[in-house]
T-cell receptor
Framework: DTAVSQTPKYLVTQMGNDKSIKCEQNLGHDTMYWYKQDSKKFLKIMFSYNNKELIINETVPNRFSPKSPDKAHLNLHINSLELGDSAVYFC??????????????FGEGSRLTVL | DQQVKQNSPSLSVQEGRISILNCDYTNSMFDYFLWYKKYPAEGPTFLISISSIKDKNEDGRFTVFLNKSAKHLSLHIVPSQPGDSAVYFCAARNFNKFYFGSGTKLNVKP
């Protein structure tokens, strides 16, 4: 039973299209994240939601809009896709921050290719 | 501005020997440090962590060392096995935010 699952795993689309990636976690965590792994392999945080509330919003174009219908789901919608949006997008979740523990649990990633 | 850096993109080690992966950070507010392992076409999986109040944490073949004065973190794998071949990411946490390095690709040769 997958802890953090995201769909689709692969997405190929044309420039200018709108697409969504969905994420669900069954770990009971309060906090969920979207990370982007670019061509240089850095994992960069994009957004974070805590119990449906946006708590982290990094410098991301407003073509990217996260939506959290409940604390187990965090979806990412991207409007007017550009070539530079091609990357692997990882969803993750974590329990409440704790001094001793509190790691991130990642999904398998969604590879987006914009042509 | 990368707050967590892994300066070695790759490392090759013979099976049975020690693998040492290094990581440097700049933000003294980080309170928790982690190592993740990643295989191709999979998400990163948690390996081991250390709180900023400790300097060493051991779990089987894996040991993480933290040198706060040098803002340096290292992961030791002893003995290295071919199945350890993967990309290893160092990460650091500041409250709810996790910052990642660019990864080190470890190749353990049989």
């Amino acid at each position: 039973d997958t802890a953090v699952s995201q769909t689709p795993k692969y997405l190929v689309t044309q420039m200018g299209n709108d697409k969504s990636i969905k994420c669900e976690q069954n770990l009971g965590h309060d906090t969920m994240y979207w990370y982007k792994q670019d061509s240089k392999k850095f994992l960069k945080i994009m957004f974070s939601y805590n119990n449906k509330e946006l708590i982290i919003n990094e410098t991301v174009p407003n073509r990217f809009s996260p939506k959290s219908p409940d604390k187990a789901h965090l979806n990412l919608h991207i409007n007017s896709l550009e070539l530079g949006d091609s990357a692997v997008y990882f969803c993750a979740s974590s329990p409440k921050p704790d001094r001793i523990k509190g790691e991130l649990f990642f999904g398998e990633g969604s590879r987006l290719t914009v042509l | 501005d990368q707050q967590v850096k892994q300066n070695s993109p790759s490392l090759s080690v013979q099976e049975g020997r020690i693998s040492i992966l290094n990581c440097d950070y700049t933000n003294s507010m980080f309170d928790y440090f982690l190592w993740y392992k990643k295989y191709p076409a999979e998400g990163p999986t948690f390996l081991i962590s250390i709180s900023s109040i400790k300097d060493k944490n051991e779990d089987g073949r894996f040991t993480v060392f933290l040198n706060k004065s040098a803002k340096h973190l290292s992961l030791h794998i002893v003995p290295s096995q071919p199945g350890d071949s993967a990309v290893y990411f160092c990460a650091a946490r500041n409250f709810n935010k996790f910052y990642f390095g660019s990864g080190t690709k470890l190749n353990v040769k049989p």
